[in-house]
Structure formats: C-alpha cells, structure tokens
C-alpha cells in the first residue's frame, strides 16, 4: 500500500501495491504536484492532518480506471486549454434540432464493462430511458446480478460515499470476456445490437504482470470488440471510455507529470491510443469519450467539453462521464468525434440537456 499525502509527495510506502510504480514517475518528474484527484480513488483511509489518501490494489468497489485515469489532472497550476466550452442550461436552439432529426437512432445497446463504476452508471441510465433493449456485458453473470443489485459505501479521507444499487429488471447481462473470449464469442453476444459502449479497462494489480493487463485488456480486448461489431454487421455506432493524454506523446505532453504518472500504469495510455486509432478507422461511426481524472460523487461543477488533445488535467464525475456516453450514442453532433471532459470547479453545475460543441 502507498501512502500519498497532499502535503508531501511522499509521507509512506509498504509493499503489496502495485502504486509503487507512481514512486518512479515521481522520481522522473522536476514539476511540483498536488495528488489532491487521488483523493477519488481511496477506498479506506483514516482521518490525519496531511489529508492522507490511501489506495488499494485490489480496489474492486471504485472500479478499473481510478487509479491511473485520475492521475491525470494531479498537475498543479497547469492551465486547461482556452478551447473548452460550457454546456448549456438551456435546450437545444432551432440549429440544433434539425442535426438531431438526422442523428443516429438505436433500440438495442450492449455495455461492455458494466459492472465497472462508470459501466454501471451508463447501464443504469440506459435501462432508465424505458425505450431500450439494453444488454450488460459482464465476466460473471451470477457475480454480475448480485453486485449491480447491491449498493456500498465507500469511505475517502472523510467523505462517506455511497454506490447506489442498478435495477437490472429491464436489463440482460451476458457473458462478455474480453481477454478469454474469441471474436466470434463477443459477436454472439452482442448480435442484435445496434450500438456498442466500451466501459472495459484493466484493474492494476501485480506490479510485474500491469503492462501484460494493460496490453490484453485496453488494446487488444478492445480491438476484439470493435471486430466483434464489424462482424455482427448490425452495430452502427460504438461510444468507447478512454482518458485524457492518450495521445500526448503526440501533443507535446509525453513529459508532463500527468502523462508520467497515468502511463507509469502499463503503459496504459499507449495501450488506449492503439484501440482508439483502430475504432477510427473501423468505418464504425464512434465517440471517443475521454473524461479526466473520476469522481465517485455527485458533480460539483459545469460540464465542460474540449476538442481532441486539448486538456491535460482536470476531474469529472462519474455521473457526467456516463451522461455523456448515453448522449454520444444519438447525438449527431458526437458522430466521428472524440471529447475530452472535464467539470469547471468554478460553475455550478448545471442540468444536463445533451451536448454543446
């Protein structure tokens, strides 16, 4: 287990955590950081004067992408881009509603990783909208019914936070594998469907084995999804959970502490930037949802969205990222398109009422 504090860059360290990794990063990078994102991905802590923030390996409860997703927006003093734009409160304006009269439509949809925290909220919005086939993709479906039932708590420093419970009445959960499953496998799995959510990513664990997961699960599990699609020949439109700097070897951010710490994961973000070039030139038509560093709770700022490479830091709630990822699937204006969110801490937030780009 790694202790960070956000006083000091390091206060503690103990074996059996793969987060020792974060230590070399660390050592690699002359910027000064301010881990206060990691706070959202702390399973147990105790109350200290240093706002001490543990992180587990083995954190099943937060979900895959906590502990390197976030580490993205740790820079402290980086500025975002001027490119992002607010959504609004107010619905679409006239424009607007002629580009959604030609959006794509879709009545059945497969989420793939939908035991995962934003998987989970994407399903349970989904299953929400009432008009939907709406199908989980998940690696143990007796595990899968029991644990989307249940809600849990989560404890972070001196925050209470709680996971709600998904009703799955209206939902079919389905074995989806992306490591032991064959193309054809997914392809039966998914066969009706009409669009494909990718909410898949690997869970660091051993050390040793992190850029093995990262390489089976987040490119190559991802490649064979998109195959998948291509080969049920009825799956339009797939919207795929990526992270911010995937691309930022390609944007001047290789050496950023952000990009240092995220990839330091098994190379994690290399990894995404494989399986998203390959959904671009899928002839599928996609969204790349690239949110930064997630929250378990409830907004607390304006939705914000930025164009592609553009944003370096910054938080998001969960809830915002699947809001997104439900609007990508038939909003026209998310067609061919990657968007990078994050949420303005200086706005409140605001209702969502789709996207504005």
């Given at each position: 287990?790694?202790?960070?504090?956000?006083?000091?860059?390091?206060?503690?360290?103990?074996?059996?955590?793969?987060?020792?990794?974060?230590?070399?990063?660390?050592?690699?990078?002359?910027?000064?950081?301010?881990?206060s994102?990691?706070?959202?991905?702390?399973?147990?802590?105790?109350?200290?004067?240093?706002?001490?923030?543990?992180?587990s390996?083995?954190?099943?409860?937060?979900?895959?992408?906590?502990?390197?997703?976030?580490?993205?927006?740790?820079?402290?003093?980086?500025?975002?881009?001027?490119?992002?734009?607010?959504?609004?409160?107010?619905?679409?304006?006239?424009?607007?509603?002629?580009?959604?009269?030609a959006?794509?439509k879709?009545k059945?949809?497969?989420?793939?990783?939908?035991?995962?925290?934003?998987?989970?909220?994407?399903?349970?919005?989904?299953?929400?909208?009432?008009?939907?086939?709406?199908?989980?993709?998940?690696r143990?479906?007796?595990?899968?019914?029991?644990?989307?039932?249940?809600?849990?708590?989560?404890?972070?420093?001196?925050?209470?936070?709680?996971?709600?419970?998904?009703?799955?009445?209206?939902?079919?959960?389905?074995?989806?594998?992306?490591?032991?499953?064959?193309?054809?496998?997914l392809?039966?799995?998914?066969?009706?469907?009409?669009?494909?959510?990718?909410?898949?990513?690997?869970?660091?664990?051993?050390?040793?084995?992190?850029?093995?997961?990262?390489?089976?699960?987040?490119?190559?599990?991802?490649?064979?999804?998109?195959?998948?699609?291509?080969?049920?020949?009825?799956?339009?439109?797939?919207?795929?959970?990526?992270?911010?700097?995937?691309?930022?070897?390609?944007?001047?951010?290789?050496?950023?502490?952000?990009?240092?710490?995220?990839?330091?994961?098994?190379?994690?973000?290399?990894?995404?930037?494989?399986?998203?070039?390959?959904?671009?030139s899928s002839?599928?038509?996609?969204?790349?949802?690239?949110?930064?560093?997630?929250?378990?709770?409830?907004?607390?700022?304006?939705?914000?969205?930025?164009?592609?490479?553009?944003?370096?830091?910054?938080?998001?709630?969960?809830?915002?990222?699947?809001?997104?990822?439900?609007?990508?699937?038939t909003?026209?204006?998310?067609?061919?398109?990657?968007?990078?969110?994050?949420?303005?801490?200086?706005?409140?937030?605001k209702?969502?009422?789709?996207?504005?780009?």
């Amino acid at each position: 287990m790694l202790l960070l504090s956000t006083k000091k860059p390091i206060t503690m360290f103990a074996s059996s955590s793969c987060l020792c990794v974060v230590v070399a990063a660390l050592a690699h990078s002359s910027n000064a950081f301010a881990p206060s994102a990691l706070q959202n991905s702390v399973h147990h802590s105790f109350s200290c004067s240093s706002s001490a923030v543990f992180l587990s390996s083995n954190d099943e409860v937060l979900g895959r992408r906590d502990a390197f997703a976030q580490a993205a927006q740790l820079v402290a003093g980086v500025a975002l881009t001027s490119t992002v734009t607010t959504v609004p409160l107010a619905f679409a304006e006239e424009g607007e509603v002629a580009a959604a009269a030609a959006a794509p439509k879709t009545k059945k949809v497969l989420v793939a990783g939908a035991t995962g925290q934003t998987g989970r909220r994407i399903l349970e919005r989904l299953a929400d909208a009432g008009n939907l086939e709406v199908v989980g993709g998940v690696r143990n479906v007796d595990k899968a019914t029991t644990s989307l039932g249940e809600s849990s708590t989560v404890v972070r420093g001196a925050m209470v936070q709680k996971v709600a419970s998904v009703d799955t009445s209206a939902v079919a959960l389905k074995r989806l594998d992306v490591v032991k499953d064959s193309v054809d496998d997914l392809a039966a799995t998914m066969a009706g469907a009409e669009s494909l959510v990718i909410a898949t990513g690997f869970i660091p664990g051993n050390p040793l084995k992190m850029n093995a997961a990262a390489h089976d699960v987040d490119n190559v599990g991802t490649i064979k999804l998109i195959d998948a699609a291509k080969k049920t020949g009825t799956i339009k439109k797939i919207v795929m959970v990526s992270s911010i700097l995937t691309n930022g070897r390609n944007w001047g951010q290789e050496k950023s502490p952000g990009f240092i710490i995220t990839n330091a994961f098994g190379n994690v973000l290399d990894e995404k930037l494989i399986a998203e070039n390959y959904l671009k030139s899928s002839g599928i038509d996609y969204t790349i949802v690239r949110p930064g560093g997630l929250k378990a709770k409830p907004p607390t700022g304006a939705l914000q969205i930025s164009g592609e490479d553009t944003l370096n830091s910054g938080e998001i709630s969960r809830d915002l990222v699947a809001d997104v990822c439900v609007a990508s699937l038939t909003d026209a204006k998310a067609v061919n398109k990657v968007l990078e969110i994050i949420e303005d801490e200086g706005t409140p937030p605001k209702v969502f009422n789709g996207l504005a780009m």
